[in-house]
């Protein structure tokens, strides 16, 4: 946007004081119809189940991705810590589809038949208490939801309350990864260790690794993928947004107009919490497993290259992000392991350095004013474009 | 030698604050009525806005108190003691520059604080009305689609009086507003908050007499910290140690 | 749990954790001191750190096998050697890091950390080109190896004392580079107020790229010091991160007091916790505890209060 002078814009203004304008500018639209139709129609269409399935499991970023496009872009919050609530939200769901292939019967060989088969090998000889409710579905999938959502509550309310923000948040996030991932790693009788909880086969007596299942599971994925991104525009669209963004720039004045700022980060934190655990559940079904590999400071720090190639301001630009990366890691890393690496350490660089708008502002400056002269708009926008 | 009001709108008493041993304020007493204009001088480092960063709750106390309509402001949080209806405008102008002079009008329109009441906020006519009456009233109503960066330092002071105007405060403190300003924009300042004044208490901080002279109702003049006097424009200026302060050096 | 040990056992076994101890918090010490430097002066998040020291050990095995192959009959003193190239080849990356990249993103600190990550990946990945992904280690002097038996019971390893000594002469030598030398006179100037410090004629760019460069050489002879006490691979410093940014903020940013006090109080918690817990659970604990007193004391132990 170039700097134009009050008076030439006044008079373009004049006329129509800015309204709520419609939920979707036509950009927007464009772009939502757009991941629609490559995400429900040409994916599934061009894909074997097997890739489809590889597609899904790259969907399931885009959740945290695009938690982190409200938290980061537009709260300038930088959690380095969401594989944790990826990690929370797909252990939960993990955790009960664990106690229902480890029934007595598939697991009549153990010492204590009934509990799953690493705590066998740990020497545990009963189901503990913790894990007593994961029995339930109905408790399980509410937990993918409300343990992280606390979780963040707990550490956003310590750390907003105080006003640590910037990158001591940052770090302190970061800790609790390493935190979550030693914990996880060295229980390994409560929690299967290293290598996550494995093998796991039904959900309500329905087989989820047969490719059937998997393509279901697909469309349940994008389906509560597009609900989340229209939760997350409903937000931005909202005062809340706007206060969001008011704050990143002038917390100081933000509070001085009356709003109690951290009560706002909380909430925002708590909602890409949500987000990312909605995506590490999603993750453990369609992928048949969770490990802390998911959880630590190496997958929470490539989860915000997955948002910040895509835009940090973009919602849709961080689904379009974490499909790209992905793909590309995908590529290059069955041809060429060892360049891969060394890409993803110059993207890092070249996202912060070349383009820091991400795709969606590459797109916003070079390709969108050229579909705007090819097919021009017949009226005239009442508010100027963001 | 400080007036005392029993009526005051607000009651700074025994208010201290130091930072590491040096008392940026000490002891500090002053009282301000209702539908008063209250000036603050002093030379710089006098402590004039950290006063006012005391009272908004910016900078926390040390010691005393202050008391605005029963409300102890000092044991408040920055967004409780807007709500309890004082206003404060900085000294370098805030605004939220990445959104519209529509976008900062509505952030601080009085309702929708709260997580869900900002969620659930509307643009209705009422709120449409009232950004668009303000914005009248501080020379911004062709300006309001403009993004708040591309606004001269005027117009950015100005949006900042109407974002603290459209909460309707009690109490209003401005922070040295017609500082870096053209004498065209200082005229139509003066002249704006001469209007703005009329009908709630004010404290301003100000440097340029003349102008202090056009709206004090009374002066408060700080020296390091502490209460030099307090009266009339004219009574403080004739003032033997605050001749002595200003020009003693 | 003490009935099965007697007095005299339980003394010594006190006093060998202890001395356990002081090691992590010598390895701490160094390892913070460099981030010190640059994260609690200049405000910098360079999350390649720990690669800064990786460089440091490579540059000590390099100069290890060069001393065996040309000069065997000086060996004994390579370490030496090492330890000076360590710090001009870090120091030196440092510096051209920081007109590369820190420099264009002085205002921006979460870019930094994003950038600085970028950097730590690429670092790895020629590590692994150059070195291999294995580990590899150095061959210790003679001089160095063996221990120093003070009774029956208690052995203290040479290594061990000489990684303690060497912490100790380097948190002098920046404590004398930051408090007591000119150059750092004018880095602390720098951080207290840019604008003044340029227009009193400190040139702030150069001062930038100076500290930036020495807090990477200092990181660089840390690694040179921990190739006497372990072995080093190309991922090895990313392990080392999450424990050097916590040692920094838990002091105070700003305070090398603080960045001491704090390495030793958590090397000494985890070491003592490691005695009766398992290691994972020790670390769990001091660093739960760490990140549960910064939240509620986020300026960490040692901070000024400063007038806004």
Redesign the interface.
Known sequence: MTMTSPATSAALTKAAPPRQGAFLDRTETMGAIALAVLIFVILPLALDPFRLNLFGKYLTYAFVAVGLVLC?GAGGI?S?GQGVFFGLGGYALAMFLKLEASSPENTAIQSTPGIPDFMDWNQITELPFWWQPFHSLTFSILAVIAVPAFFAFVIGT??FR???G???F???T???A??LT??I??QQGFTGGVNGITDLRTMKGWDIRSDEAKTILYFVNGGLLFACLALAQFVRRSKLGRILIAMRDREDRVRFSGYDVASFKIFVFCLGAAFAAIGGAMFTVQVGFMSPSFVG??PS?EM??FC?VGGRNSILGAVWGTLLVNWAKTLFSEAFP?LW??G??????A???IF?DGLAGLWKTHVNPRIERLFPRRTTPTVPAE | MSYENPNAVLMVEDLTVS??G?K?VDGLNFYVAPNECRVIIGPNGAGKT?VL?LICG??KATGGSVNFKGHELLKMREDQIVHAGVGRKFQNPSVYEDLTVFENLEISYPKGYSVFGALAFRRDQQVHDRIEEIAEIIFLKDALGEKAAFLSHGQKQWLEIGMLLIQDPELLMLDEPVAGMSVAERVKTAELLNRIIADRSVIVIEHDMKFVEDIATRVTVLHQGKLLAEGSMAHVQADPKVIEVYLGH | MFADYSGSELLSIFAMQGFAGLILFSVFVLMALGLAIIFGQM?V?NMAHGEFMILGAYVTYLVSRAFEAWAPGLFGAYFFVAMILAFFVSGGLGMAVEWL?IR??YK????????T??????L???Y??VFGAREVGVTIPEWMMGSLVLSDMIEVPINGLFVMALAVGISAGVYILMYRSRWGLQVRAVVANRTMADAVGINTERTDRMTFAIGCGVAGVAGAAFTMIGSTGPTAG?LY??DT??VV?FGGAGSLIGTIASAFSISQAQSILEFFL????A??LT??A??GI???R?QGLFA?????
Do not use: C, H, N
């Open positions: 980061w930088l380095l310590a750390m105080r006003r640590v910037g990158v001591y940052s770090i302190i970061q800790a609790i390493a935190i030693i914990l790693i060295g400071i190496v720090i915000v290259i910040a060892e690496q060394l993803l350490g110059a993207l890092f660089i996202v912060v350095l820091p | 930072f590491d040096f940026a950290t960063d910016r900078t | 405000g998040i990249l264009r993103l921006r600190p979460l870019d930094t950390l994003l950038a990550w970028g950097l730590s990946l690429i790895q990945q020629i692994r080109m990313q991160i999450v940014f916590l903020v398992s290691g994972s659970m670390k769990v660093l739960l760490v990140v910064l939240m509620v986020p000024l209060k400063l007038r806004k």
